[in-house]
């Protein structure tokens, strides 16, 4: 099994979404990529980074296909992968902006999503994404903070979601202590149906 983590937490490794996926993902055991966007923070997606997208092939400039060659970097270890582990800490009632600006940079039409008569249709089938969530509030599986995320992935294809949720870890030392109690029997749970699959 090849797994790419992608991690967000602005607190780097001290991040509760992060050391969760780390212990989700050291239990799952194989081959492990990581794609630490607080380490190396993808771009944001402006009009030049855009007007590379749409450029045909032959006619991109240097600065184009270098664009080019980041965003099929990214794609690249999403495609390798068959299992995604996202941390994905809120941060103002939303998702890591870091977070954001790899979305943006790996939904490109004809690589990962294409238009057909029937609408859109996502190319990264076959995988299966694991959404390990750390709130200060408790806001639970309705929230747009994840609901964006699994529409985001099922756009380009990924449709196999599961959550592990860390909620209420700034209300309390008490409620932080249950919210990780909680989201390491989810990661036990997941863990020892992944191994019974085996
Ligand atoms: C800049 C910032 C904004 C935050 N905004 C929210 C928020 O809107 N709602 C919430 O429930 N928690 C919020 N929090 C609390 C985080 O969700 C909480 O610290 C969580 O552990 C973040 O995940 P991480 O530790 O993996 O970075 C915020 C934290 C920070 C640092």
Redesign the pocket.
């Known amino acids: 099994m090849k797994t790419l983590q992608i991690n967000s ?3 780097g490794p ?5 050391t969760l996926a780390n212990e989700f993902v050291a239990q799952l055991g194989g081959k492990v990529i990581v794609r630490d966007l607080a380490k190396d923070p993808v771009p944001h997606l402006d009009g030049a980074r855009f007007g590379a997208f749409l450029a045909k092939p032959a006619d991109r400039t240097p600065a184009q296909q270098a664009v080019i060659d980041y965003s099929d970097e990214l794609i690249g270890e999403l495609k390798a992968a068959d299992t995604i582990v996202i ?1 994905l ?5 939303g998702i890591p902006s870091t977070l954001k600006a790899y979305f943006d940079h790996i939904a490109r039409t004809g690589v990962t999503f294409k238009y057909t008569d029937k609408g859109a249709v996502g190319l990264l089938t076959g995988k299966k994404a694991y959404l390990v969530v ?4 408790v ?1 639970g599986n309705a929230h747009p903070h994840a609901t964006y995320v699994r529409d985001f992935l099922a756009f380009v294809g990924i449709t196999d979601v599961e959550y592990i949720y ?1 909620e209420g ?2 209300i309390s030392p008490a409620s932080k202590e249950q919210g990780l109690a909680k989201a390491r029997a989810a990661i036990q749970r997941l863990n020892e149906r992944e191994a019974a699959l085996i």
């Open positions: 937490s602005l607190f001290g991040g509760q979404s992060t941390g800490p809120m941060y103002n009632f750390a709130r200060g509030g806001y860390a870890l700034a």
